[in-house]
């Protein structure tokens, strides 16, 4: 299917465990971008790419690690789980640079740590 | 430091009434500007967004919004809400030179009541 599509939609793991969101986009658009979701605070930016094998910390991005070996792909790993860390997770991707450009969005993933 | 503010968390209006959802950011320069929607167990999809040029806005779904510099706001309307637009709505600002000074608002909450 076209688009951007995020897995899986819902985990649930363990405080200290290691956990990977997967993000994949099938416009070969160059940016990408992780976001949490929390009540009260909006979206608050994880880390973002501006373009395969470049990476860059947003605003949020202590115990979250990236990577982006392919222009489609743009994992998130959380190395050591806490409960801090539960949140709806948002990927998005844009065509170009800057914020002039429309941002699409994925559905989701839902994270539970416990 | 960019921020954006939206009043009201929660905003309740009736079938056919005036929807007026209000974000107001700071910046020491004109930003973008954006308004997403978020429907209930999905990603934003942006609504309008305003970068240069006419200050008035229209966004699909009837929506429009309005930049006004001197009150450093970007308040969101429709002339007359439907059921269907019952939905989470942010704000959004962007610094002009940098991708990770995206902001998003806390969001507003849209009820409508039949």
């Known amino acids: 299917d076209a688009g951007i599509t995020q897995s899986p939609r819902y985990k649930i793991t363990e405080t200290g465990r290691q956990v990977t969101l997967m993000c994949h986009q099938t416009w070969s658009h160059s940016y990408m971008f992780w976001y949490r979701q929390d009540l009260g605070h909006g979206l608050r930016l994880i880390y973002y790419?501006?373009?395969?094998?470049?990476?860059d910390k947003g605003e949020v991005p202590d115990g979250y690690v990236v990577s982006r070996s392919k222009t489609e792909n743009f994992p998130l790993t959380l190395e050591s789980a806490t409960r801090s860390q539960t949140s709806v997770y948002f990927c998005?991707?844009?065509?170009?640079?800057?914020?002039?450009?429309?941002?699409?969005f994925g559905q989701g993933t839902r994270l539970t740590v416990v | 430091a960019q921020s954006v503010t939206q009043l009201g968390s929660h905003v309740s209006v009736s079938e056919g009434a005036l929807v007026l959802l209000r974000c107001n950011y700071s910046s020491s320069v004109p930003p973008y500007l954006f308004w997403y929607v978020q429907y209930p167990n999905q990603g934003l999809q942006l609504l309008l967004k305003?970068?240069?040029?006419?200050?008035l806005v229209k966004g699909i779904n009837g929506f429009e919004a309005e930049f006004k510099k001197s009150e450093t706001s970007f308040h969101l309307t429709k002339p007359s809400a439907h059921m269907s637009d019952a939905a989470e709505y942010f704000c959004?600002?962007?610094?002009?030179?940098?991708?990770?000074?995206?902001?998003f608002g806390p969001g507003t909450s849209l009820s409508v009541i039949p």
């Open positions: 305003y970068t240069t040029g006419a200050t």
């Open positions: 998005a991707s844009s065509l170009g640079g800057g914020w002039a450009t429309e941002a699409f």
């Open positions: 790419s501006a373009a395969a094998d470049i990476t």
């Open positions: 959004a600002v962007s610094d002009k030179t940098s991708y990770d000074k995206v902001i």
